[in-house]
């Protein structure tokens, strides 16, 4: 019989050292340091048979603000099973596994760096309404007309890991990060899972904006495939990180740059498309699952009712079938007048976080309140970023 899924054992990291290694980089352990250390052990979740450890599921949890409400997030990373082991349903245990560690320690919602068969068949879908937009090197002149003057662009060091935190302090829908975990991800000059440059933009001594970007050398995966960036994080003033776009691609080489845009940032959209930036709907990076749906709600009630108003906010109830974690079962929201059910995680997800472009997730029930939530719903989405896994 397997042993686990259980916690990692602190005589163990070699073996685990060894699984993610072979499946995915022998560096694992030095790109994702906030994953794979001591105080994060209870989070590593495997399964061990013939005196070694065959599968892992890796987790960490962090707090988040959605628009000023907190809650609780785990990331789901480094899920490996070694290959003569495979198809005996270890991974599914171990990630059930996690859901249930996860819901114990209060978590509201879990992200998976992921959307194969695994996650989807356990109700993780790919959610968010945000964009993609490309920059190319004909961009570049229309970039610098609406950009201010007087800016720098340049590297960050060491010593300014604190500035970028309170940078990133000033987002709407963002982790709440460790100042450990900025010092992590400087360390590792790894983020997103490629190798990543910090760039600051900077008025005189004041920065007012960061991007961290993964350069055309860790994009590339042929010899002949194009030069390209990533920003892999962005933070700060918009117009600064517009700035900071042109002397990118040329100070890197690049043919085009990448930037995600979170549905909370209308702000650098909008700059963007004045221009002529072409974007694409879509989700934030992997796959999301609703972990503890009644919590997740009380946790986000003051965003109720700063969209539809104290009286009629605090009159919706929220209710799973299910225990907290569990794979199984439907929800309800409902008031004094009526109800709507929604029938499983995987319908929740889109429903509560929304789609890429005009997608509308839709739960069984009256119209009055369907379109009264749907004048509050999508819930903001988080982006990973230094916080990948």
């Known amino acids: 019989m397997p042993d686990g899924p259980r916690a990692l054992r602190p005589d163990e990291w070699?073996?685990?050292?060894?699984?993610?290694?072979?499946?995915?980089?022998?560096?694992?352990?030095?790109?994702f340091p906030h994953l794979y250390n001591e105080a994060n052990r209870p989070n590593l979740r495997v399964v061990a048979e013939d005196g070694r450890v065959v599968c892992h599921v890796g987790m960490i949890q962090r707090e988040a603000s959605l628009v000023g409400c907190r809650v609780s997030v785990a990331c789901i990373g480094s899920v490996a099973t070694f290959e003569e082991y495979r198809a005996r349903g270890f991974a599914s245990l171990a990630f059930q596994d996690a859901c249930d560690k996860a819901a114990d320690d209060g978590v509201d919602v879990m992200l998976i760096s992921g959307g194969r068969g695994l996650y989807t068949r356990a109700g993780c879908r790919r959610v968010g309404r945000d964009q993609d937009f490309t920059a190319t090197a004909d961009d570049v002149g229309r970039l610098r007309e609406i950009a201010p003057s007087g800016l720098d662009v340049a590297p960050i060091d060491a010593e300014q890991v604190e500035v970028l935190h309170r940078l990133y302090q000033l987002e709407p829908a963002r982790f709440l990060r460790p100042l450990d975990d900025w010092t992590m991800a400087f360390g590792a000059r790894v983020v997103m899972a490629r190798d990543a440059n910090f760039w600051g933009v900077w008025?005189?001594?004041?920065?007012?904006?960061?991007?961290?970007?993964?350069?055309?050398a860790a994009m590339r995966r042929r010899p002949e495939d194009p030069a390209v960036i990533r920003v892999a994080e962005h933070a700060g003033d918009r117009l600064a990180t517009v700035a900071a776009i042109p002397h990118l691609l040329e100070r890197l080489g690049a043919e085009r740059l990448t930037i995600h845009v979170q549905g909370t940032d209308p702000i650098l959209a909008a700059w963007l498309v004045n221009a002529e930036i072409p974007a694409v709907p879509s989700p934030t990076w992997g796959t999301l699952r609703v972990i503890n749906f009644p919590q997740l709600m009380e946790r986000c009630r003051p965003f109720l009712v700063e969209r539809l108003g104290g009286e009629v906010a605090r009159g919706l109830r929220f209710s799973a079938d299910g225990r907290p974690g569990s794979a199984s079962g439907g929800f309800t929201i409902g008031d004094d007048r009526e109800s709507l059910r929604v029938p499983d995680l995987g319908t929740l997800a889109c429903w509560l976080f929304g789609e890429p472009g005009d997608a509308v997730a839709a739960p069984d029930g009256p119209s009055r309140l369907t379109k009264l939530l749907a004048r509050a719903l999508p819930l903001p989405s988080l982006w990973y970023g230094i916080t990948y896994v």
């Open 203 to 216: 008025r005189g001594r004041d920065l007012l904006a960061y991007l961290i970007v993964n350069p055309p």
């Open 14 to 31: 070699d073996q685990l050292d060894q699984l993610v290694s072979t499946t995915f980089s022998p560096r694992m352990f030095r790109r």
